[in-house]
């Protein structure tokens, strides 16, 4: 039976680890345009530094389930920091973008192991009167970290080089896995069972055939093998899959926790969610920099108000989850969310930057109000054994969503910038229109969801 103190501890490790290697998932959004330049690659080939990163996260949480309830839980968090560690330094020399790609990998296998066993860690050791309250404190460090991310490092950019921003994170992370390796315990139970190497194999084919294609749309004709070769490999690699651990005694990743209709409405709510969010983080900073000509500075405080917004709610968010449910939480955020991303379209280059600065704080709001709900509700029928695969199957999912998010926003405004007949800026801002107009979309479709889909008890 762990202590209140012994708790406490644990849950400051993990927040404090999830704040410094989620910041790096958002991070070099605001340095990109520099990266880009430095190491003299395309824009297309630069955003797969942060869809390429979301890529590897979603193949690795899955594999997250196996590893939690097989290995025990410090052994295994500290090689997760472990990790993440190598590919930061990788990344600190790397000299080319080849290299840069392999260090965001490990970052992100790292990452994505991390995140899905912090959320079971939690759920696992707080009672369920609790778990709203606590889960939107550990929101701060999956929610608040990725926005504040950028705003940190464009002062860090402008100040000493994109490099910088790992140099930094390295630091923390250091820190981090010195003291865990003196406070962390073994919570979760662990049984030992073969490793399926097949069914993970599969599930990366999936992932990753669905990703790529997705990724390479607006680069690629849609009838190529790179986008509907790829789209098809990943379609039916994730139809096999799930045919597959429906027939295993012991699956890889239980696919039959689909069957409790409050999580499978919390992936596709998280995974509506996360393309709109992880689209419109790519994009402002191209819109901000490339398009307006500010600094990294500049882009990265104009989502400051934003940031600091969502440290308030996502706490607030828990308690209010816990006191009235989710379906409430659930209209309001995702109607701040249709309406921050609507507006955009009245947004002109001669606007100025006030404007993207107040619809970035109802996005931040709205984000806020949703990310951890939806995983303390998604989670809230299963029974303790599922959690685990739960969990990996919500966080994979919505992080493979954020990579499909990035990948087709993108390439929406560049496909309707070249379309729009238009010239110059003009040209650019046509195509940011039309890119968040299909966010507003996204959002509207989420708001339908938590109307008609949610049901308190």
Not at 112 to 134: D, F, N, R
Not at 261 to 290: D, K
Not at 353 to 368: D, E, H, K, M, T
Request: aromatic share 10%; glycine share 8%; with cysteine.
């Amino acid at each position: 039976m762990l202590t209140n103190k012994k708790r406490t501890l644990i849950f400051l490790c993990l927040v404090i680890s999830c704040i410094a290697t989620s910041m790096l998932a958002t991070a070099l959004t605001t340095a990109l345009p520099l990266i880009i330049k430095d190491l003299a690659i395309t824009t297309s080939i630069g955003q797969w530094l942060t869809s390429g990163y979301s890529l590897a996260m979603g193949i690795a949480m899955p594999l997250s389930a196996f590893l939690i309830t097989r290995f025990p839980t410090k052994k295994l968090y500290l090689s997760a920091l472990g990790i993440f560690l190598i590919g930061t330094v990788i990344a600190i020399f790397a000299p080319n973008f080849p290299i840069l790609m392999v260090a965001r990998v490990f970052q992100a296998i790292g990452n994505g192991i991390l995140t899905s066993m912090a959320q079971v860690i939690l759920l696992s050791i707080y009672p369920k009167e609790k778990l709203g309250t606590v889960m939107g404190w550990y929101g701060l460090s999956v929610t608040a970290a990725p926005v504040i991310a950028p705003t940190l490092a464009g002062v860090v950019v402008d100040a000493y080089g994109w490099r910088a921003i790992f140099v930094g994170i390295l630091a923390i992370v250091a820190l981090s896995f010195i003291v865990s390796s003196f406070v962390f315990a073994d919570v979760l139970e662990t049984t030992k069972k073969q490793f399926d190497v097949l069914s993970f194999a599969i599930s990366a084919l999936a992932f990753g055939g669905i990703t790529l294609g997705l990724g390479n749309l607006g680069v690629s004709p849609f009838m190529s093998f790179t986008v509907l070769g790829c789209l098809a490999i990943g379609v039916i690699a994730g139809i096999f899959f799930v045919y597959r651990q429906l027939r295993l005694t012991e699956p890889f990743l239980d696919v039959r926790v689909f069957s409790e209709r409050t999580f499978t409405l919390s992936v596709i709510g998280s995974m509506l969610m996360y393309m709109v969010m992880m689209g419109s983080s790519v994009i402002m900073p191209i819109y901000i920099q490339s398009y307006l000509g500010y600094s990294a500075l500049v882009s990265g405080l104009v989502v400051l108000p934003g940031s600091l917004a969502m440290a308030l709610v996502s706490p607030l968010a828990g308690r209010m989850y816990d006191q009235l449910g989710m379906k409430k939480l659930f209209i309001v955020g995702s109607l701040l969310l249709a309406l921050s991303s609507g507006l955009m379209f009245f947004v002109q280059a001669q606007t100025g930057l006030w404007a993207p600065v107040i619809l970035n704080l109802f996005r931040s709001v709205a984000i806020g109000c949703l990310m951890m709900p939806f995983v303390t509700w998604g989670t809230s029928g299963l029974t303790p054994k599922q959690t685990a695969h739960g969990t990996a199957l919500l966080t994979s999912l919505r992080t493979i969503a954020g990579a499909i998010g990035s990948a087709v926003f993108v390439s929406v405004m560049s496909v309707a910038s070249q379309a729009s007949q238009l010239t110059g800026v003009n040209a650019n801002m046509f195509g940011l229109h039309i890119a968040f107009i299909s966010m507003a979309v996204i959002a509207i479709i989420l708001v339908l969801l938590g109307v008609k889909g949610v049901t308190e008890k």
